[in-house]
């Protein structure tokens, strides 16, 4: 018996949408999930000992490789963890060696054929044949590939945003902004503002025309 087809079984009868359903993820995953548990095992049996001792270490090792290389080559079925922690571990299949690999691979056929039959009385199985869907590593890549130019652009705007204020202050020549002033002083030829304010294009026409206000007024009643 081999329990990680009973899980494997739960996705290809049940979520027949998913792409970690479909027959490429849960062939190959599988089959790649057995090889590497197997492959992994042979090599804790180097030291019979070691093994004896820290077959749980070489169950995590192989589950964590085989979910690895499923990921690289987007073939992720969840069940195929469990395929390589069994190959790792279960003194029976461990016992078999080699042999496990072509009783998966016919138990993953198998299970495909009646997940076929079955499921396309009521609905479409598989959705896909070559899951199309990037899945592990690859849908990571893709993500980050999304991410990168929105935070880049994001910099662009906030880079654009510091060197139009930087502008704009170099422009203002009858403007001084003054460190550690807290108000704005108004003159007929000068403004005078603290240092730490960031000024927008409709905020300097404002002070402009008070500006000019103030100047009108003092050269009408000169």
């Known amino acids: 018996m081999i329990a990680s087809l009973g899980a494997g079984a739960v996705l290809d009868y049940n979520a027949v949408r998913s792409p970690l359903a479909q027959p490429r993820n849960m062939v190959i995953g599988q089959t790649v999930s057995a090889i590497i548990g197997v492959s992994i095992a042979k090599l804790f049996q180097l030291s019979p000992t070691l093994f004896a001792n820290y077959a749980w270490l070489a169950?995590?090792?192989?589950?964590?490789?085989a979910s690895w290389i499923m990921s690289v080559t987007n073939t992720v079925?969840?069940?195929g963890g469990a395929t390589a922690v069994l190959a790792s571990t279960e003194a029976q299949i461990v016992a078999l060696g080699w042999m496990f690999v072509p009783f998966i691979l016919l138990g993953s056929?198998?299970?495909?054929?009646?997940a076929l039959l079955f499921n396309n009385t009521l609905r479409q199985y598989p959705?896909?044949?070559?899951t199309p869907a990037d899945v592990g590593h690859k849908l990571r890549a893709v993500r980050r590939a999304k991410t990168e130019p929105e935070a880049e652009n994001g910099l662009e705007k906030k880079t654009s945003?510091?060197?139009?204020?930087?502008?704009?202050?170099q422009e203002l020549d009858n403007i001084d902004?003054?460190?550690?002033?807290?108000d704005i002083h108004i003159l007929a030829y000068r403004i005078r503002m603290p240092s730490h304010l960031d000024l927008t294009q409709d905020e300097v026409t404002l002070l402009e025309k008070l500006q000019e206000r103030i100047r009108t007024h003092g050269e009408v009643g000169g």
């Not at 169950?59 to 490789?65: D, I, N, R, S, V």
């Not at 056929?109 to 009646?114: E, P, Y």
């Not at 945003?161 to 202050?169: G, P, V």
């Open 59 to 65: 169950g995590a090792f192989g589950c964590a490789c």
């Open 161 to 169: 945003s510091t060197e139009s204020e930087r502008t704009l202050r």
């Open 177 to 182: 902004f003054v460190e550690g002033l807290e």
């Open 77 to 79: 079925h969840p069940p």
């Open 127 to 130: 959705e896909y044949w070559w």
């Open 109 to 114: 056929v198998l299970m495909l054929a009646v």
